[in-house]
């Protein structure tokens, strides 16, 4: 090989380097391109789309939510959002919930800690596990996820509920419908998910 072909091999050598620093120094931003698998492949992180609007708790947990949806009374410190239906006796189409950890839940034990969290409210007359995974992307850090179906006296819903690790605090997002309504809700829950801030 010849000195000059020597010097330019080196020059494509040093230049991938640079690229592939570049695109890992990048990639360590608020978003990830780290793709979840099975259940929860849906899940991207990103931001919301352009003209979602944006719920904040107490804590500084940032929940996006499409047009149409609205806020309604919470718990205090949470922020909820629900998407109504006009003279239907159970309104609720979609709901959004976040909410700052407050118990002993952690990434590890999410898994058991929201099934029973659900089974513990008064109302609630089942709960049945869909998927759950550990270890998943999110915007800010990395999540726990479960999603179920519970019935309680009212309707049963389905709902992905996750609890979030960010750089200074943790918070819970839960996006939920109503059973029968879930594969018209199922994208937009996806993607307020996926937008999730802590």
Not at 8 to 17: F, N
Request: aromatic share 6%; with cysteine; proline share 7%.
């Amino acid at each position: 090989m010849t000195r000059r072909s020597q010097a330019i091999v080196g020059l494509v050598a040093v230049t991938l380097a640079a690229v592939v620093l570049i695109v890992a120094l990048a990639s360590g931003g608020e978003s990830s391109d780290r793709r979840s698998s099975g259940q929860f492949a849906w899940l991207r992180p990103a931001p919301p789309p352009a003209g979602w609007n944006v719920a904040t708790t107490a804590s500084g947990a940032m929940l996006s939510y499409p047009p149409g949806w609205r806020p309604i009374r919470t718990d205090p410190g949470s922020a909820s959002v629900a998407l109504l239906r006009a003279g239907v006796h159970d309104r609720i189409a979609g709901y959004l919930n976040a909410t700052p950890k407050q118990g002993t839940e952690t990434l590890a034990n999410w898994s058991r800690f929201r099934p029973e969290h659900n089974r513990d409210e008064e109302d609630t007359l089942s709960v049945r596990v869909l998927a759950s995974s550990t270890d998943l992307a999110f915007r800010a850090g990395p999540g726990s996820c479960v999603i179920d179906d519970y019935t309680n006296s009212k309707a049963s819903y389905r709902e992905i509920a996750c609890l979030v690790s960010g750089r200074g605090s943790s918070a819970v997002v839960v996006a939920a419908a109503p059973i029968a309504l879930w594969d018209q809700q199922a994208a937009t829950l996806q993607r307020v998910v996926s937008s999730f801030v802590p």
